[in-house]
């Protein structure tokens, strides 16, 4: 039966993608809320009714002592009989029956998929930023974000329609209750409301802010935390661990010491609600005596105003802590906002199509770009491979370089000037057919802790288990692959490489890297020092793979090691973001400049050798 409310409503309904998610709160929930529109209507209406069963109970608890004052037993009976089991009957039946159904659709409907709807819409919202985006910020802290804001939303909402909805229904009951036994009972209950309702504004006003920077201070400690997780090895190369145990622990004790000063506000609370609570008992009971005793009240209204009083005394303190908890639930939802509410900067025009590779020509026109600084990058670099060419890039670091790649993929929006390929503005075709249709290893090729079939089967999801070994064979990568166990005893291609594959030696990341790009067989191959990790030997063993790859494809390969790069058709020599050199491995060298120099600095049996190859 549960699996009904569970159910009712799909976490991951189709939606379309909004890029400029809203900035405010309450728009944001009420966006992320409108499959939930009708199960809120109904969750609401039970509450209500629920708070109005338990006014009623005490009520009808205050008539049975006035009926049992009535007479003898027998008579009573013969009088009430049949209305006392009725009653009877709708506590053990009926009563159930409707708190069932409100905590179902709270604990089932509600609580689950609320938070579930968040955490996937937020997750395909962020996956969508630029790498630009990803690159300045923390991972630990995007992805601690991306999982307590989720169960904050749950909680704020479930605290509205368990508790809010409840109390102020059950606070209206209770003053008509007592407006009906006498009037003169709702004035101790108004002057305690008005009170309660003072300290009610002065604790949320507070705990928001306060929470929302525990908040904040939890994410810097998760970021810290991950960040050093992350470069273990680092941490271990150089002995730092006490350094890093320092620099978090400034991140921890800020943590400590903004959850310490919400922490004083329950303090003060709890003191003021026990203060308020006994000014409520003393008036509603003492008034409600005070009037028995002069005969204006029953022994039944003493008594239901008695129940009352006492159960508002249980009341406040679970409401005020709904109330606290819901609007520190709401300040971890405004810190989360802060990642999962960020528009889209980098995004495919309204009217993109498809890019269509027919030659692989790539066109760079008036090419600048400097990251926003004015300084680095590229300056107006202008160039055209031709379909087929295969380029190579060289200069030192922070020429330019990787920028050029990173604009071609891209990964940032160009500042001036434009990229063509085959006559198509790649500002204008949609990101994924431009990615689709570019073949990338990087000198650093982190995997996903994943299998290694998984791993491959990410450049080309469709691919056979034949079409998964041949490309592993060419990138000399089966072998090794078969001999590969994991932990937890999965083999081969079912093996789980570790987070970026760190269960692998750097040669053996590579040739899988190789491999997913051979997979894929994309018209453009960009190769950013795709042999840099691999030994001489299996480098060697590899070029014919690596000649087989660039057959029929525009290339571009970046390589420090000028050697791999020496027999491509060109050679790009970048510096202060210019090209300041064009021509053949040759030409380069007969012209005595930078790239000969570089050439000159090469050490091995690079510079006989390939001399000699010209």
Same mark, same amino acid.
């Given at each position: ?31 992320? %809320?409108?499959?939930? *529109? ?13 708070? %109005? ?13 006035? !009926? ?14 049949? @209305? ?36 996937? *819409? ?17 991972? =630990? ?57 003072? /300290? ?134 405004? @810190? ?24 692989? @020509? ?5 090419? %600048?770009?400097?990251?926003?600084? =004015? ?10 491979? &031709? ?37 198509? +503005? ?9 990615? =689709? ?8 090729? %982190? ?14 999801? +469709?691919?056979?288990? @034949? ?13 090794? !692959? ?9 083999? $081969?291609? +079912? ?8 269960? /692998? ?8 890297? /190789?491999?997913?790009? !051979? ?14 990790? /691999? ?12 000649? $087989? ?47 000969? &120099?570089?050439?000159? *600095? ?5 510079? $006989? ?6």
């Amino acid at each position: 039966m549960l699996g009904f409310f569970e159910r009712l409503v799909d976490p991951y309904v189709a939606h379309a993608d909004d890029d400029t998610p809203p900035q405010r709160l309450w728009p944001f929930l009420k966006l992320y %809320s409108e499959p939930f *529109r009708k199960v809120f209507a109904v969750a609401a209406l039970l509450s209500v009714v629920v708070a %109005s069963i338990e006014i009623g109970l005490i009520w009808y608890m205050g008539r049975v002592v006035d !009926i049992l004052s009535q007479g003898q037993p027998a008579e009573v009976w013969a009088r009430y009989g049949a @209305e006392l089991i009725l009653a009877a009957a709708f506590i053990l039946v009926l009563r159930p029956a409707i708190q069932f159904l409100d905590v179902a659709i709270l604990n089932n409907t509600i609580l689950p998929n609320f938070g579930t709807l968040i955490r996937w *819409r937020a997750h395909g919202h962020v996956l969508r930023q630029s790498v630009g985006w990803f690159e300045n910020d923390f991972a =630990g802290r995007l992805a601690n974000r991306i999982m307590q804001t989720p169960p904050a939303a749950g909680e704020a909402v479930f605290q509205v329609f368990d508790a809010i909805t409840f109390a102020l229904a059950y606070l209206i009951g209770a003053a008509v209750l007592l407006w009906g036994a006498d009037v003169r009972l709702v004035l101790p209950l108004l002057v305690w409301f008005a009170l309660y309702g003072v /300290l009610v504004r002065w604790v949320i006003t507070r705990i928001g802010p306060a929470s929302k920077a525990a908040s904040d201070a939890r994410s810097a400690v998760t970021g810290r935390v991950v960040d050093a997780y992350t470069n273990i090895h680092s941490v271990k190369l150089f002995a730092q661990q006490r350094r890093e145990l320092d620099y978090a622990r400034a991140s921890i004790e800020t943590a400590r010491q903004t959850f310490a000063a919400e922490m004083r506000l329950y303090t003060v609370m709890d003191v003021c609600l026990v203060f308020l609570n006994g000014l409520l008992i003393v008036g509603v009971v003492g008034w409600a005596v005070a009037l028995w005793m002069t005969g204006a009240a029953s022994v039944g209204v003493v008594a239901a105003a008695t129940a009352l009083a006492l159960r508002l005394n249980a009341m406040t303190g679970w409401i005020m802590w709904a109330l606290s908890s819901f609007f520190r639930n709401l300040g971890v939802v405004v @810190e989360g906002m802060e990642t999962i509410a960020q528009p889209i900067a980098l995004t495919d025009k309204p009217d993109a199509a498809p890019l269509a590779v027919t030659r692989g @020509e790539i066109t760079f026109d008036a090419l %600048s770009h400097h990251y926003g600084r =004015g300084m680095g990058g590229l300056d107006s670099l202008s160039v055209t491979i &031709r379909p087929g060419e295969k380029v190579g890039l060289v200069g030192r670091s922070g020429a330019g370089k990787s920028t050029l790649v990173k604009l071609l993929l891209r990964f940032y929006d160009v500042e001036k000037g434009r990229i063509l390929i085959d006559g198509q +503005d790649i500002a204008g075709v949609t990101q994924d057919s431009l990615r =689709g249709a570019i073949g990338m290893v990087q000198q650093d090729s %982190s995997l996903l802790h994943r299998s290694i079939r998984e791993n491959l089967l990410y450049a080309r999801p +469709d691919a056979s288990e @034949e079409q998964i070994v041949a490309a592993a064979r060419q990138a000399q990568a089966h072998d090794f !692959i078969l001999d590969l166990q994991d932990s937890d005893g999965r083999k $081969g291609y +079912d093996a789980h490489v570790g987070e970026r594959g760190v269960k /692998l030696s750097g040669g053996q990341r590579q040739r899988i890297a /190789l491999a997913r790009v !051979i997979l894929k067989d994309a018209p453009i191959l960009v190769l950013d020092e795709a042999t840099s990790a /691999l030994d001489s030997e299996v480098e060697a063993a590899i070029q014919d793979t690596l000649a $087989g790859m660039m057959d029929g494809k525009t290339v571009i390969a970046i390589a420090h090691r000028l050697s791999t790069i020496a027999r491509l058709d060109r050679i790009l020599v970048l510096d202060g973001g210019r090209i300041v050199e064009d021509g053949t491995h040759a030409e380069l060298l007969a012209r005595g400049g930078m790239y000969a &120099r570089f050439w000159d *600095r090469q050490s091995g049996g690079f510079i $006989g050798t390939e001399v000699a190859a010209q």
